[in-house]
């Protein structure tokens, strides 16, 4: 037999040790605002970090995450609370769909919370000028651009007038996001746009200006071409499906955004609500945040570290 002494005992263990990986030190993560970016960016440490060694906070001034799409407010002729944020998602935000159909099908059902896809009305000062059809029952399948054209119910808008945003189509083809596209089109406004272009004032009035307004939140006079360009093919003309929408059926804060926080509570995230940022704290001298400085909204005015 061997006789093993307490030094090759020693040296089996030093070789173990050797070959067991150290576990790794845990990193402390604050992430400040707690909406859409900021709930994404802890989803998707929690998601990055299989092996749990991530301590995160995230802090957020409002009472609750979410900010206006979670608070909302109560209309002067309605109890029902009405909300400052989107409430519809168009068929080209894949993450939010892939968040709701795969990474929280544990806490929500994505065909409970949101409706099929529907249709849209848009509206002007005189009431509905257009319904946007559900663009993918339509048949046949279109090129984008002449589907919604053909498939979209203009309400008041002559055919005359349609006719004149013809040139338009040209601007858009030639939009592919690149910097020389944003920097044709950046330096005029999209009204100015429609005017050169010749877009008669009705069809700017009752189908752009519109249109701006919900994606821009902005009059097309004060927004760039660039802007509304980018925005435009976006929405719509990516592909013919691209306008469809489900909307949620209710609050969004109340049945997407509040599940979430639930699921990245049960990850270990630690949310510290009605706290502001007062400043940063850089010890090392290198450049290195070190502490993030916070403080109780309505508190003492007390400051804390984290």
């Given amino acids: ?9 020693k040296n089996d263990n030093d070789q173990q040790q ?13 992430i400040i605002g707690g909406g859409w970016a900021g709930l994404s960016t802890a989803h998707h440490l929690i998601q990055s970090s299989p092996n749990n060694n991530l301590n995160i906070t995230l802090i957020d001034a409002s009472p609750r995450v979410g900010g206006l799409v979670n608070d909302s407010y109560k209309t002067s002729t309605s109890s029902r609370r009405a ?24 806490v929500l059902d994505i065909d409970d919370v949101l409706t099929g896809y529907a249709e849209q009305g848009q509206y002007s000062p005189n009431g509905l000028e257009a319904t946007w059809p559900v663009y993918r029952d339509q048949s046949p399948q279109l090129p984008t651009g002449l589907a919604q054209a053909l498939y979209t119910k203009f309400n008041n808008l002559p055919v005359l007038d349609r006719l004149t945003a013809a040139p338009l ?8 996001d690149s910097p020389e596209a944003w920097a044709k089109y950046d330096s005029i406004s999209f009204r100015e746009l429609c005017i050169k272009l010749g877009v008669s004032r009705r069809c700017y009035d009752e189908a752009f200006e519109p249109m701006i307004l919900t994606g821009l939140f902005a009059p097309g006079g004060e927004c760039s071409a660039a802007a509304a360009l980018g925005m435009a093919y976006f929405f719509v003309l990516r592909g013919q499906n691209a306008f469809d929408v489900r909307w949620c059926r209710g609050n969004v804060g109340e049945r997407i955004l509040e599940p979430w926080v639930g699921f990245l509570e049960g990850k270990g995230v630690r949310f510290l609500c009605g706290t502001k940022v007062m400043g940063l704290d850089d010890d090392g001298g290198d450049g290195t945040i070190t502490k993030v400085l916070c403080s109780s909204v309505g508190g003492d005015g007390e400051t804390f570290a984290l």
Avoid at 1 to 9: P, R
């Fill in 18 to 30: 050797s070959q067991t990986p150290s576990p790794k030190k845990t990193k402390n993560i604050v």
């Fill in 169 to 176: 189509i040209l601007a858009f083809s030639e939009f592919d």
């Fill in 1 to 9: 037999g061997k006789i093993t002494t307490d030094s090759d005992s």
């Fill in 83 to 106: 909300e400052a944020g989107q409430h519809g998602f168009w068929d080209n935000y894949h993450n939010i769909f892939h968040l709701l159909r795969h990474d929280l099908r544990d």
